[in-house]
């Protein structure tokens, strides 16, 4: 068989966190109790009003393709949902529809990059992102990050690494795999020194409402935002719509022409019912309902972070958003996947290791996300099991 | 500004289509009578058991990310549906559910295409097909077709334009914009031809099911099919699920883990919502329900084509399949987009100058589609049009 494959295909590191919950798939059908702390998604399912507007607008017969930028009525709301949220003023000319926020940082990437250009990105960060970025043959220049900076990217280390072949730095506030934020301050002045540079940067706010402790932010609230700031979300986690794949970007006007040409090729438009469903999400007493979910994922983090400290265990940051807790356990293994394949097979607690997110320090490092109510129980097993191990 | 745009991004040619269906939705604004016929999508929404399936399983709580590769369920059925309908030996392991057949076409490409490789397709064809292989910094390598063979590629026109920088050839069958086949026997010799070279054929069945006057049929139908052999398909056409955005690859062993690891990376999964509504739209019921569709789709194109000859238009092929006529109109003018312009203009017809889809003859055709039920009306117009133009 000499069927080619293609190099970029090829070199594409699998994800991890997909090996692992195949592992607790199998374990659990043959009757092992699992606790799933891997994937990156809320557990709880969309709202009973996302539902009933898709249905409402499938029986009126409104299932066809909509324009490759997306409903009228969605990005007009969504611009209203910026204004009264987050005091920003936002066109709803510059809110592009995508099917996940998925497809937006690819249509995103696909519109500024050329071959060789160079993206900045921490690590760890979210690994489709260097995935992205390599299928265009871009370089990914991935800066190594800890708690000194929560982290995340700073204009300290934006100067250091500073080079004219960047065309693109992205950062994400709150962040996975770490949860953590960047200070708004902070982005501004990052935001300012890229557009000195003619550089792009993309700010994924994909984890914006699951913020704690304090008000969640957007970054085009700020008063004369430079046309170099792109923003991408989604419906997937603080709506709680993974599975209806939606998302958008907030994009500066000069690139809205080429992205819709770009989304009439790659995917034509969003999912239909979805963008129907999006519409009643975005609606007051949905919004009251979301709260309340935030306000369970943000007990369940404090219950997390005890229940780690209290089981002796040394956490560096207080994650102030997302639903991860990202742990150094280089004190007991420097093989994070080895970790994580032995912690599942002994005590039944699915975890993520940090080889998903970086190289550089990925194997010190595992990700626990909060998507399950048994959080004591989880610390538990893997407080006895770490015991086991020779720290 | 000098905030750069990508090479790539800024060469994507805009949609004729989209431009013609601004106009026409502009001019029906301000009361002007327009008769559609310039979509590509059936003008029936989908049934109604999609909408209830999809509706049962978000009230069950499925509204999560689903396996990259999909549903199992969904991939399982559909094994069996190529099994009782096209005498078809397929392994639900070899199909992938995506979103939409966008996402497949462009996944495929990706897993073979290395920047400069060739991909040999007809002209005129699907313009998707030529921005995700210059998106990937391939070739595309147009061979112009006509009426001689049905303005679809054959064995001699590969052998004629044969060379080992060919990666890939793509074809479709019903195609986009002619509607017109490729007999299973030509396929066959085809992918015979490429296999020999270690070259893939794609094969874009996404109008499979909207064939008339015979019977529908898959390549995959095929004894000791070469394994360079990738089919195409999507729940948009004669499933009537345009908006839904589903499709899925049926595509060789060797490809499925690569496919899989791309699809985790570009779009996570396919829209939950839908993968539950195209279980239900393979039942029984539903089919005999598109069946009765699919005689409409044939009733109109007899319609259609008589009227055009009734007019005194001269129609070289008869399509035998999707929703598209094919029409070449060089003896009143030699640029179709001006033409579609003021027959719009004059006439409220909307339909798709031939540009949309080729450059060597594009300008000499434009393309009908049949998602109307007003066919002897708009031919009318549109001779009444043609009879003001010199010819
Ligand atoms: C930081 C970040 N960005 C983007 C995404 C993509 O999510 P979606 O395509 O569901 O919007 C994810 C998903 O986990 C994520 O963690
Ligand atoms: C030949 C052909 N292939 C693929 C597609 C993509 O359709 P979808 O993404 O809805 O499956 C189309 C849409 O018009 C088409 O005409």
């Known amino acids: 068989m000499t069927l080619p494959i293609s190099r970029t295909a090829e070199q594409i590191a699998p994800f991890r966190v997909m090996k692992i919950l195949g592992q607790a798939k199998t ?207 989604s419906f997937s986690k603080f709506f709680g719509m993974t599975g209806w794949r939606l998302g958008w970007t907030v994009a500066p006007t000069h690139l809205v022409d080429v992205l819709d040409r770009l989304g009439q090729n790659l995917y034509l438009s969003a999912p239909t019912p979805s963008q129907y469903g999006a519409l009643a999400v975005l609606e007051e007493d949905a919004l009251t309902e979301l709260e309340q979910r935030r306000q369970i994922f943000q007990q369940r983090r404090d219950r997390l972070h005890s229940a780690m400290q209290q089981a002796g265990f040394n956490l560096k940051t207080l994650p102030q958003g997302a639903f991860y807790l990202y742990w150094d356990i280089s004190q007991w293994s420097r093989d994070s996947e080895q970790f994580c394949a032995d912690l599942l097979q002994a005590t039944g607690v699915a975890i993520t290791p940090g080889t998903d997110f970086g190289s550089s320090q990925g194997n010190h490092y595992v990700r626990l996300a909060y998507t399950s109510e048994r959080i004591e129980e989880a610390v538990e097993r893997i407080q006895a099991f770490v015991r086991t191990l020779h720290a």
């Not at 992205?170 to 890229?194: K, R």
Request: proline share 6%; hydrophobic share 40%.
């Open 27 to 233: 374990l659990e059908a043959e009757g092992k109790d699992i606790i799933h702390m891997e994937i990156g998604e809320p557990d709880f399912p969309s709202l009973a009003c996302v539902h009933r507007a898709a249905m409402k607008a499938a029986e009126q017969g409104l299932t066809h393709y909509t324009p490759t930028l997306g409903l009228p009525s969605l990005r007009k709301k969504l611009a209203q949902f910026y204004r009264s949220f987050y005091h920003a003023k936002v066109a709803a000319s510059n809110i592009i529809i995508t099917p996940g926020s998925s497809s937006a940082l690819q249509l995103v990437l696909t519109a500024i990059l050329n071959p060789s250009d160079q993206v900045l990105m921490a690590d760890p960060t979210y690994p489709c992102n260097r995935q992205f970025v390599e299928l265009l043959h871009g370089k990914v220049k991935a800066v190594p990050v800890d708690a000194d900076t929560q982290y995340q990217l700073s204009l300290k280390l934006l100067e250091q690494h500073w080079s004219k072949e960047i065309k693109a730095v992205m950062v994400a506030s709150p962040a996975n795999p770490t949860g953590t934020l960047i200070e708004q301050d902070a982005l501004h002045d990052m935001a300012q020194f890229l557009s000195e540079r003619d550089c792009y940067l993309i700010v994924d706010e994909i984890y914006q409402g699951l913020v704690y402790d304090r008000p969640a932010e957007s970054i085009l609230a700020q008063r004369d935002l430079p046309d170099n700031v792109i923003v991408i979300n």
